[in-house]
């Protein structure tokens, strides 16, 4: 009962946050430079054919006039039309989630588990070489550039080895995969599809790695650190000279506790990787959410850049939220 | 605080290589800027009529690209590039941001309520994201690519200063100097200034890496430095199409150069950490 009144109270406070969102982004896109009208146009275009497309998306109305009209649609879930293809944003959008949503979970699955078994490893190791290589390596990951690594595993695991296959698309369409949610492997298990599965995987092993591997640094270090804390308490030292079994030790004492501080810093690692997804769907070819976003933002699609600046910054503060509560169920301490 | 441990010692020992490690990749780095003419017999948007796309080896040391450049010398003369505009930009933050935070930390208030309010909005986006956004609105160049790096770093900068600032205020000299009639402004910079700045002294360093990280995706995507200008970034850009083809030497060698000069910052930032938190537990510090 009291998590259900901290949630509706947290989510309260997002209301005025995203609604300086909405005004700002609103604002921003229209008053720099750049105009989306002419770019979808071409140089040929006279000023009448300018001013007939401007008033079909409305851009023709007053400033305060369109943002009403945007805030209506908001209300209704309606996004508006997108500048470049003409087609609803809230489908585009719908299309799009999915196989980004899907690259980014994995990922940070992937980096967690890394991070709790490398970083609790390490953290029994304190200041011993082991312990050493194993910071120093997660350094080193964390220093990579996300879009750099990623072309260097399709060179090696597609040019070269031919392993993985091509870096383009996310699954091989002669499967005939019914999309259902956009996560592909997701959807493949939906609809029973052997074959799509095994594809779908084999296209996103790469891009998950990637992803993993640069974002897998701050978990480690925290868990790591954690991990220490634990080792070096009272209750700890108690436990161990009563003769209890490692096993017991390890799974009941060190596992939870060194896990407690994780969840805020996974939503903060969610974030990266949301920012590092734009950059690995270009070169993966992805054709997901970020690089949906990208091509709205260089063609400044004012309802493409306005909805999916919403999108990222809705999604980042709930995934905070979700972080609190997750926090609350592992560290029985903390008051919500 | 726990007590230290019987590692200790190796902790800090550890932090000192680190230190140093960090140190040297930097100078290497810096060299090879410094002496990038020297090194390299091609200019760095010099074509060579002789051949496009040329493997690694006689005239050119790393081939060419597409364009016919050299590898080898604009993976040299790009560390100018990128080094010069991260530490413009970092610098431009601390800046920035420690004179906000200092202010709002100090005065508090409807000031305070304002710029914290400010920041909650800006912060509700991953920083790649917001720094994307704000290049692709302002377009490229190498002035605004300062400012946008500059303008996505400050947040952080403004929150540990101003925290640090509100501490400080509380402290017995601060008062002791405001009793004895200084101004707000003579407080603020003999007193309050100096002891806020600590935590920004280690943070800098890591802050650095992550700029650079920024500065060559931004430039990756083609929204950074004008194009035939070396840049570790924009290199690897144009060389992306390549690898599916097997060819390594238009991308991997400034992908190298990059990834070294990020490590060596991200070296010198966790060395100047574990220093700071001797013995204790390691802050938990986010990278990027």
Partial sequence: MRLLRFVARRLLLLVPVLLGVVVVTFLLVRVL???????ILGPNATEADAAAARARY??????????????????????????????????????????????VVLALAVAL???TVLGIWSARRAHRIGDHSIRVLALAGNSLPDFWLGLVLILVGYS????????????????????????????????????????????????????????????LR?????????????????????????????????????LSRLPALAALVFGFGIGSTVLVEYVFSWQGFGQWALRGLLFRDYPVVQASVLVIAAGYVLVFLVADVVHAMLDPRVRI | ???????????????????????????????????????????????????????????????????????????????????????????LAVLFGSALGLVAGYLGGWLDDLLMRLLDIFQAFPMFIMALVVAALLGGGTINLVIVIALVN????????????????????VEASVTSGSGTLAVLWRHVLPNSLTPVRVIAPLNCGWAMLTLAGLSFLGLGVPVPTAEWGAMISLGA???????????????????????????LGEGLQERAATGGPASSGVGR
């Avoid at chain 1, 400033?63 to 293809?85: C, E, K, P």
């Avoid at chain 1, 392993?163 to 999309?179: E, K, M, N, Q």
Wanted: proline share 8%.
């Fill in chain 1, 113 to 115: 588990v890394v991070a």
């Fill in chain 2, 154 to 173: 400050a947040p952080a900068y403004a929150r540990l200063v101003r925290a640090e600032a509100r501490s400080v205020r509380e402290l017995p000299f």
């Fill in chain 1, 160 to 219: 070269v080895l031919g392993w993985f296959p091509a870096p383009s698309g996310r699954v091989d369409p002669d499967t005939h995969l019914t999309p259902v949610t956009g996560a592909d492997l997701l959807d493949a298990v939906l609809t029973g599809n052997g074959p799509a599965f095994g594809s779908a995987l084999g296209y996103l092993a790469l891009p998950v790695a990637t992803l993993s591997i640069v974002i897998v640094a701050p978990l």
């Fill in chain 1, 222 to 258: 925290s868990v790591r650190a954690s991990a220490l804390e634990v080792l070096r308490s009272e209750a700890y030292t108690a436990a161990a000279a009563h003769g209890l079994p490692d096993r017991l030790l390890r799974r009941g004492y060190l596992v939870r506790a060194a």
């Fill in chain 1, 58 to 103: 409305g851009l023709d109305q007053p400033l305060w006039r369109q943002f009403v009209d945007y805030l209506r649609g908001l209300g209704t879930g309606d996004l508006g039309r997108s500048i470049q293809s003409g087609g609803s944003v809230t489908s585009e959008l719908a299309l799009r989630v999915g196989p980004t949503l899907e690259l």
């Fill in chain 1, 33 to 39: 430079p750049g105009d989306p009208i002419r770019t």
């Fill in chain 2, 1 to 91: 605080m726990a007590a230290p441990g019987p590692g200790a010692g190796g902790g800090r020992r550890f932090a000192t290589g680190l230190i140093v490690s960090g140190s040297v990749v930097l100078a290497l780095a810096v060299l090879a800027a410094a002496l990038a003419p020297l090194l390299s017999q091609w200019g760095p948007t010099e074509i060579d009529p002789a051949g496009t796309l040329a493997p690694p080896g006689g005239d050119h040391l790393l081939g060419t690209d597409v364009n016919g450049m050299d590898v080898w010398s604009r993976v040299l003369h790009a560390a100018r590039v990128d080094l010069g505009i991260v530490v413009a930009a970092v610098a």
């Fill in chain 2, 241 to 267: 199409s390549d690898v599916v083809a097997g060819r390594w030497w238009t991308s991997v060698p400034p992908g190298l150069f990059l990834l070294a000069s990020v490590l060596g910052f991200s070296l």
